[in-house]
Every structure is written in structure tokens, then in C-alpha cells.
């Protein structure tokens, strides 16, 4: 069957389905290959396979939006540079620049071309954290671009197959891991040929010649359905604005809504500026998790692609925090990015019928570094504050949102790193109090394996001096701290020792709760404090539920 042939709807929505499942592949083969715990375990990666044009027709569920949505955008900057019809075979590109890329150094998107008959036939993209890129290292201490590591331009990581050595050489002698790098960049480039060799056994298999007809059938569909969920939405004009704590004054992020019946428009007029520290985020990456926060709420059903994003504007002011020119510090840029799911929740709370979740406890990521056996090393680990409650249930326990990482298994990081967890458990009475209780967070104690020296962490925290807001009457959560075993407090925000023989104890938010306390039912408390969610004493103060009494 020729390319402009009657493919038939069965056949095209059987193909849409396939592209899922190729690019889920990619995305486990990526997984099965890295190196790094951060991509292995805790899933920090997206995969996803594009046109010719750079449209995004299918994304794999493992992944971050941060990732994900950045990469949607960011092939229209690699075709621009590297056009497709001058691509051959064997050719794979990479940028870790932030604004035209993931928002910070620390994150590569590499492109791998997919071929038939000699020619470009799609795109298959990865974005993959790396662990270390040289300069200070991830935190947001920094007070320039230029500070945070080294930057690569769109440019070839292989030609024809052959690996840029050239290119590789000066990533390693950047990075205070040079083998987790290199192992990941590697396997990144295997989960994209394998990509590209499903999707031209696919074509084969249903007898095209390129993907046109199943690209415009998916962005057709995805935009008509994404269309239709919006027109449940009350059309008007809606704001929303929240504090979070910032490295050295609050941050407030402002937004403003226009909803209509077939697209949101979202303004961040009124922001906070730009920081001189290295919590900035890049536009693209407010882009991400504004339309990521959008769609869950207004859209959860539909598919993430380049119709149903299309249907979202994204603006904030130039100089803002959440459009920060270069050469801004951006290392941290996550700090900021995964607030703002939350605000554009303040502003469809007021429109969508089922209302949406209250405020959460985020995710929490220090940067360990030191020394073991003569030799540096470096270790990035996740950690999740309680989200916040839902309209109708319950917020999770110690459950990244909005990023989606998985937790590392303590077994993973001690095993790649000479650091010992002491502790790692839930935190009760943290989840905010409502007729539905908002997430708990937990506690995480850390410290030194025997022969570590020079222990150290960056801290890149919120959520400690402003704690997740309830909605609909609903409590806030737990506010978060940091402290060492010693009785010494931490800092949220920045590199800083581990004192010698001591431990860090990072204490998570909780997620703020919905609904009126006075409407939770008795039994869900008694429930909770049988399961060590809330201590008796919170469930007298918070529910007026003494579980000691005979129930009724």
C-alpha cells in the first residue's frame, strides 16, 4: 500500500498503538542499559517518536513532563540546525542547552533518525538527566550559566555511526563520574536505534512508505478529543497566585487563565523577576509543566502529543523566574517548575466540575558529594513529599508529583555510592487534615559509609517556610526541615557539610487536604491511626476523634 493509499481508521489507530508500544521500548531498553541509579531505578527520562516535521506523536509512560513536554519542543530546534533530508543513517544528535532543551545542563536530548527507503521517516528522541557535567555540580548555588557546567550545542554525538570521540572525550573529563556518563549517553543511543529499527519493521509490516497518514490522524483525533474536554470547563477568566520559599526571599508565582471552548490560555504577568541564584527556569521548561498541569486536570484522559498540546498558551514575561534570559543560573530549575502545576490548579479549582487536588509536598533531591577510597564521587538522589489530597480521596503517601520519578531503592544508592541510610519512613500527622487528608511525607536520614570524608550535599528544597495549601477548606500539609543529628539545623537551598560524624535528616512535606475537617468520616481517621498515618493525639486536636473511645 502506497503512502497516500486509504490506510482505513482500524489500521491507522492499530499503528498509533504500536508507536506507543515502540517507544515504551526505547524507553526500557534505555532503562535496562543506563548506568546511572537516577535513570535505572528512578526513571529520570523521557522517550518519544516525532515525524519528520518534529511533531510528537506518542510519548512512553515512563518518564517525567518536565522531560517529556521540553522534548516536544525542543526537535523543531534540532531540525532547524540539521535539517532532515541532510541526515544519513547511523547519525545521532545532542544539546544539553537549556533553552532550547530540558531547562538545565544536567539534562541531554539526543535525536536518532529512523529510515526507509533511504529516507527520513520519524524521529526518535530520549532525554536523559545526566549525573554530573562538571562546574559546581547540580544545586542551586550558582550565579551564572557558566558556573553550572559545560554547555553542548546542537551538534552530531555520532555520524554515520561512528561516535563523536571528540565530544565524548571532553563530556568525561568534565564529569566527576565520567563512567556513569558515558554508560547512559551510550545507552540512550541504543534505545533510539532500537526505535528506529521497530518503527521501519512496522512500515514494512503495514505496507507505507512514511508515517503522514497516521501522524495527521493522531494529531487530528488527540486535538478534536482534547477540544471536547475543555468545552466541560466554565469559558472566563480566572487567577490564581501562591508563595513558595525561594533560596534567599519568597518567590511568588502569578497566573492568570483565559478558558475557552477550545483552548487555555495561561499568563504569568506579576511573577516574581529572575533570581541572581540558580533556581530560574527557562520558558521551556514553564511551558512543560504548565500544559502537563493543565492536562491532568482539564484533560487526564487524552493522549500527550503535539495535538492536544497544541491547545494550550503558554506566556511569561521575559526577565521573569519563569522566563530567565542567558546566561541566568538554571541548575535548580525544578524548585520552581514543579510549583507550578499547583498554581494552575488555584485557577481551574474555579472551573472544572470535579475539582482538582489540593497543594503538594513536591520532590526533594540532594546532590551528595565526597570522597571514598581516593576517589570523588557524586550521587543524585529523589525523595517525595506527600502529594496533596484529591477532590474525592485522599492524597499519596511519599509520591513525586508532579514529576513522576520513582523512589531509588536504599539498596541501589548504597550500592552506588559509600553513603548509609539510617531511616526512611513515613512521617505521620504530616498529610494536611480535611474530609480527605492530604499525603503524608517522610523522613530520610543519611550519613557517611565507613572511609567517606569530606561528605557534603546540595539541598534543593521548598515547601519548608511555605507548607502545601489545602483547597475547599481542607488543612495544609506538614512543613518540611532540615537538620543533623547533632541538634544543628540546614539549609533548604545550597552546598553545604555534613558535619563529621553526624547524619542529615531531611524531614518531607505533606500535601495539603480538601474538604471541611469536620466531614471526614470517624472511621477514616481511626483508620489512619491504626495504620500509623495520624498519632491519637492529632486525631483529638485535628478531627476531634478520641480512637480511644468505644466507637459508636
Known amino acids: 500500500m502506497s503512502a497516500g493509499g486509504d490506510v482505513g481508521e482500524i489500521r491507522l489507530q492499530v499503528m498509533w498503538n504500536r508507536l506507543i508500544a515502540i517507544v515504551e521500548e526505547q524507553a526500557r531498553t534505555l532503562v ?45 530546534h534540532f531540525l532547524k540546525r540539521f535539517p532532515a533530508d541532510g541526515m544519513r543513517p547511523g547519525d545521532v544528535l545532542i544539546t544539553n542547552d537549556p533553552w532550547l532543551g530540558s531547562g538545565h545542563l544536567h539534562d541531554v536530548t539526543i535525536v536518532t533518525p529512523a529510515f526507509k527507503n533511504d529516507r527520513v521517516v520519524g524521529l526518535f528522541a530520549a532525554t536523559v538527566h545526566i549525573v554530573d557535567v562538571g562546574g559546581r555540580g547540580m544545586g542551586p548555588d550558582g550565579r551564572s550559566l557558566f558556573e553550572e557546567g559545560v554547555l553542548i550545542p546542537i551538534m552530531p554525538l555520532a555520524r554515520g555511526g561512528t561516535v563523536n570521540e571528540d565530544l565524548l572525550s571532553i563530556m568525561l573529563a568534565n564529569s566527576r563520574e565520567p563512567f556513569q556518563v558515558q554508560g547512559d549517553l551510550l545507552a540512550i543511543m541504543a534505545a533510539g536505534n532500537d526505535g528506529a529499527g521497530r518503527l521501519t519493521a512496522m512500515l514494512d509490516e503495514f505496507g507505507v512508505d512514511d508515517l503522514r497518514a497516521v501522524s495527521d490522524f493522531i494529531v487530528e483525533r488527540s486535538r478534536a478529543a482534547t477540544r471536547a474536554a475543555l468545552a466541560r470547563l466554565k469559558p472566563g477568566r480566572y487567577e490564581s497566585a501562591m508563595r513558595i520559599d525561594g533560596y534567599d526571599e519568597p518567590v511568588d508565582l502569578v497566573a492568570a487563565m483565559q478558558v475557552c471552548q477550545e483552548r487555555i490560555s495561561v499568563d504569568f504577568a506579576g511573577t516574581s523577576a529572575e533570581s541572581s541564584y540558580g533556581i530560574n527556569v527557562c520558558h521551556t521548561y514553564t511551558r512543560a509543566y504548565t500544559t502537563y498541569g493543565l492536562m491532568c486536570a482539564a484533560a487526564p484522559l487524552i493522549p500527550n502529543n503535539y495535538g492536544s498540546m497544541g491547545c494550550f498558551e503558554i506566556n511569561a514575561p521575559e526577565g521573569s523566574i519563569l522566563n530567565a534570559r542567558r546566561p541566568a543560573p538554571v541548575s535548580a530549575r525544578h524548585i520552581i517548575g ?17 475539582g482538582v487536588s489540593a497543594q503538594s509536598g513536591m520532590m526533594w533531591n540532594p546532590y551528595f558529594r565526597g570522597h571514598h ?52 519512613e513515613l512521617l505521620p500527622d504530616t498529610g494536611g487534615p480535611g474530609q480527605f487528608r492530604g499525603g503524608l511525607g517522610q523522613v530520610v536520614e543519611i550519613g557517611p559509609a565507613a572511609g567517606t570524608t ?75 491511626v491504626k495504620a500509623g498515618y495520624v498519632t491519637p493525639e492529632a486525631a483529638i486536636k485535628d478531627y476531634s476523634v478520641d480512637v480511644s473511645a468505644p466507637e459508636d
Do not use: W
Not at 62 to 70: A, D, L, M, R
Not at 340 to 345: A, E, S
Not at 398 to 423: D, L, Q, W
Open 373 to 424: 577510597g581516593g576517589r570523588a564521587f557524586e550521587m543524585f538522589l529523589f525523595n517525595a513529599g506527600g502529594m496533596g489530597a484529591r477532590a474525592d480521596a485522599d492524597g499519596m503517601n511519599a509520591t513525586a508529583f508532579p514529576s513522576g520519578i520513582k523512589n531509588i531503592p536504599v539498596e541501589a544508592a548504597e550500592n552506588a555510592a559509600p553513603v548509609i541510610f539510617h531511616r526512611k
Open 338 to 354: 514543579h510549583a507550578l502545576p499547583d498554581v494552575v490548579f488555584g485557577c481551574l479549582e474555579q472551573c472544572v466540575p470535579d
Open 454 to 528: 569530606k561528605l557534603q550535599f546540595s539541598a534543593m528544597f521548598d515547601r519548608v517556610e511555605n507548607a502545601a495549601a489545602g483547597r475547599y477548606g481542607g488543612a495544609a500539609g506538614a512543613a518540611g526541615d532540615v537538620a543533623f543529628s547533632g541538634g544543628g539545623k540546614g539549609k533548604s537551598k545550597g552546598a553545604q557539610p555534613v558535619p563529621e560524624g553526624e547524619t542529615v535528616i531531611l524531614s518531607l512535606p505533606g500535601g495539603g487536604g480538601t474538604g471541611p475537617v469536620s466531614e471526614r468520616d470517624p472511621n477514616a481517621v481511626r483508620a489512619d
Open 32 to 76: 535496562r542499559a543506563a548506568f546511572s541509579p537516577a535513570v535505572r531505578e528512578g526513571g529520570d527520562l523521557s522517550a518519544g517518536v516525532f515525524d519528520v516535521s518534529g511533531k510528537m506523536l506518542a510519548q512512553a509512560v515512563t518518564g517525567t513532563p518536565g522531560h517529556v513536554n521540553t522534548m516536544a519542543t525542543a526537535i523543531t
